[in-house]
């Protein structure tokens, strides 16, 4: 057990000397000395291919050890206790902060570490770890399990080779591409402080409620005296390595219509559940319910619908889910602005027939793409970036193409893994040189 766990006031710490000598310095790096990653060229493939980094091996090696291991959300255990091991065997010092079980009722946890052994640091003259810099992506996937595979085996690898599987883009490659990344600026540095400004946390449950990444923000909170504010986080996420400008903000909400049952022959003496349930949406569906120059339009999924019991009977009782991408802002209450717009035509369309109740909710998000050397891109999707309470600047960035991301083709190439290294590598010197 460790006596002052910093972030993980009940964590079941785990401790151990490793490659404390890894722990090494921003000092001689600046982002241009390495624009180029560290390679060798290899004979008989084109150019792009020709690049093999050093650490190849062991990103591969990382990026197949997480995927292999299947951890839909709620069943992240098993993933966690393996990147707990590995990051302690390459001497971090890394700890379990639990979250309270998904509908499985599984134990899990966030996975938090530092750079460098926690012996050493203690020792040192920094007493706790007070990150400025933190990296952070997710360990729980959607369904269904897709194995690992590997389109070229061995000696065969190039960057084009393809490697498919669940996670193999959203998120673990993000999460291979950060430790790669770290691991690399460490080796590379040759004094000792780049280590004690970064933080890893690899949180559960980004894919269904965010449960991981509110408790480890909430832990900051009950902390006594309250930690230093991060300066900046670094979210990974599949942004076909582009810098995110942004993400939509997001709303869930159920619709309830209620009617009067009678004959389908005389539908004036009832009232139908499905026409007000149609009429209803299709005029949300053709409303502006907010529109901005970076997300564009808001748009509005219905993702489920069933009303009425035969064709025969005018229909009761009407029930549909739809999930709204929120193009407007501010994060915090742009998603209430769409909602009382909804509202107002419910009750336009008929004031006493639905019921209408809507997640939390947030408007959209805006992330720090000002960073030279990057293309950027702004996505729809969410992310645990508004689930991190505080004033850090926040990046979003990762490998692979979130179109594949859920699907039964998720893939990427080891070319784009790498690119991502590079990526990681450039966000963290920017981040800490302006930190
Ligand atoms: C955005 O919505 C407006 C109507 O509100 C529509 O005219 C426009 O085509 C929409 N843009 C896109 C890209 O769908
Ligand atoms: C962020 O900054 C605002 C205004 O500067 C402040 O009110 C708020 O408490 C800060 N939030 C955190 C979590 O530090
Ligand atoms: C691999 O992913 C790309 C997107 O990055 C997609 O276009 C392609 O269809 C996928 N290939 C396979 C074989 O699944």
């Given at each position: ?10 964590a ?5 000397s ?10 001689s790096?600046?982002p ?22 050093t ?11 997480l ?8 069943n ?30 599984k ?34 996937v ?16 190039t ?5 498919s ?68 986080v ?15 903000g997001?709303?869930f ?8 049952p ?10 139908s ?15 502006d ?16 619908f ?38 107002r ?19 959209s998000?805006?992330?720090?793409c ?11 999707y ?23 991301a859920h ?29």
């Open positions: 057990m460790r006596a002052q766990s910093l972030f993980v006031p009940a079941l710490a785990l401790v151990q490793g490659l404390a000598d890894r722990q090494r310095p921003l000092a790096l600046h241009s000395t390495i624009s180029q990653p560290p390679h060798h060229a290899v004979v008989g493939d084109d150019a792009s291919a020709a690049i093999t980094p650490y190849r091996d062991s990103l591969l090696s990382l990026h197949k050890s995927v292999s291991i299947e951890s839909i959300t709620g992240e255990n098993e993933v966690g206790r393996w990147l707990i091991d590995y990051l302690v065997g390459r001497g971090y010092t890394a700890e379990l902060q639990f979250v309270a079980p998904g509908d499985g009722g134990e899990r946890f966030n996975v938090v570490a530092w750079p460098g052994d926690e012996t050493r640091r203690r020792n040192g003259k920094a007493a706790r770890a007070e990150p400025k810099v933190v990296l952070t992506s997710h360990i729980d959607v369904p269904p399990h897709i194995p690992y595979s590997i389109s070229d085996h061995g000696d065969d690898i960057s084009h080779t393809m490697i599987g669940r996670g193999s883009v959203d998120a673990k490659a993000s999460v291979a591409a950060i430790i790669t990344a770290v691991d690399d600026l460490l080796l590379a540095g040759t004094d000792a402080s780049i280590g004690d400004d970064l933080m890893l946390l690899f949180v559960v449950d980004e894919e269904v409620a965010g449960a991981g990444m509110r408790a480890f923000s909430d832990s900051l909170t009950r902390m006594d005296p309250p930690p230093r504010p991060f300066s900046a670094i979210f990974g996420e599949p942004t076909e390595g582009k810098l995110a400008c942004g993400h939509k997001a709303l909400c159920d619709i309830t219509a209620r009617g009067v009678g004959h389908s022959g005389y539908p004036w003496l009832g009232k559940a499905n026409e007000l349930m149609v009429r209803a949406l299709a005029r949300v569906l053709d409303a319910l907010g529109t901005s120059d970076l997300f564009g339009n808001t748009t509005v999924n219905v993702g489920l069933e009303g009425g019991v035969a064709g025969n009977v005018i229909p009761e009782k009407a029930f549909v889910k739809i999930g709204v991408r929120v193009a407007i802002g501010p994060q915090k209450d742009g998603a209430r602005v769409v909602e009382k717009k909804i509202q035509i419910l009750d336009d369309v008929d004031d006493e027939a639905f019921t209408f109740e809507c997640s939390q909710g947030y408007g998000v805006e992330c720090n000002d960073v030279p050397d990057f293309d950027t891109i702004t996505v729809n969410g992310t645990d970036v508004p689930n991190l309470a505080g004033n850090h600047t926040r990046y979003l960035y990762g490998p692979g193409d979130i179109l594949v699907g039964a083709r998720e893939n990427l190439t080891v070319g784009v893994l790498e690119q991502a290294v590079e990526g990681y590598k450039k966000l963290i010197l920017h981040a800490l040189d302006h930190a």
